[in-house]
């Protein structure tokens, strides 16, 4: 479905919902280097589809595929895929991307945690301002394991070390705005630094918090599995919990899930000038939703 959103600073507004395609599955998605979609297909498989709805390619990515990752913009990157719990240390594989898309299958890797830690990965996340690699194992609608991650992709292994427990960090996001990670998971999206400290948190009850999506410019779009859309606007403040940010939770579409990223890595539509756009998924509906975003703010 696509969907025209609009913001003034103190309104929020969605529109224009209209149907793009349907996938075997729809949990996580990302823009490939080539400018096509990569749509998680909530299990072992991945597919490959244009803006317009084509479906261009599916691989197997060697394990289940339900949140995604880009390793980079260049046409060779790897598309680290996320199991959703259960799969012991084996919740990530990766596919290495052809020309900017899929071509071949995917590898399974080998979770490698700390002592005591959980291999239960369910995100991960590029911080391109440190150059570190964070993952989160909270479940849907619960907290769980921060920390870094260090990929071997010779060796097919991600090694953890925790940072911190208890955290939201069941989807990541880095917002190149803060240079911040920002998570989410239950009712509750918080605001970490490098450390894994909590520097701002917001929380909005009777949500389920699945994926979330920064613009870079002082705006948060996060899904809500119960069909609503949270638009967070921080750019005055650059902490999301700051009582005078504008705020609006709208109810969009049933089995709402993710959003692709507004800014770095898997982001941006490159054929569709501004405004920004993003994607947002039904993962029961398995169907893509394309959301423009245009901010008119009020001087």
């Known amino acids: 479905m696509s969907i025209a959103s609009t913001s003034n600073g103190t309104s929020f507004l969605l529109s224009n919902n209209h149907g793009i395609a349907s996938t075997s599955g729809a949990d996580g998605l990302l823009f490939a280097p080539d ?42 990157a790897l598309v680290y895929n996320l199991n959703n719990g259960g799969c012991g240390n084996n919740c990530i594989s990766a596919v290495t991307l052809s020309g900017g898309g899929l071509s071949l299958n995917g590898v399974l890797y080998t979770t490698i945690p700390c002592a005591g830690c959980s291999a239960d990965v369910r995100g991960v996340i590029l911080n391109t301002n440190n150059n570190t690699w964070y993952y989160g194992t909270a479940p849907d609608g619960g907290s769980g394991e921060f920390g870094t991650v260090v990929f071997d992709d010779t060796l097919h292994t991600a090694t953890l070390t925790r940072l911190k427990t208890g955290l939201f960090a069941h989807g990541l996001t880095f917002d190149p705005f803060t240079n911040d990670v920002i998570v989410n998971s239950a009712g509750t999206v918080q605001q970490l630094d490098a450390a894994g400290n909590i520097l701002s948190s917001f929380t909005a009850a009777g949500n389920t918090f699945d994926q979330g999506a920064a613009d870079g410019k002082g705006h948060l779009f996060v899904a809500s599995n119960n069909g609503n859309l949270l638009f967070l606007d ?26 692709a990223p507004l800014s770095g890595l898997g982001g941006g539509v490159p054929s569709v000038p501004e405004p920004s756009s993003l994607l947002l998924l039904g993962s029961g509906l398995a169907t893509a939703a394309l959301v423009r975003y245009r901010q008119a703010r009020a001087l």
């Open 234 to 259: 921080y750019d005055a403040t650059g902490l999301i919990g700051a009582g005078s940010n504008f705020t609006n939770v709208q109810f969009l579409a049933g089995a709402l899930d993710d959003i």
């Open 35 to 76: 400018g096509n979609l990569l749509v998680a297909g909530q299990g072992n498989n991945l597919t490959e589809v244009t803006p317009g709805g084509t479906i261009v390619k599916t691989v197997a990515p060697g394990g289940g595929s339900f949140h995604l990752a880009l390793t980079s913009s260049a046409p060779n």
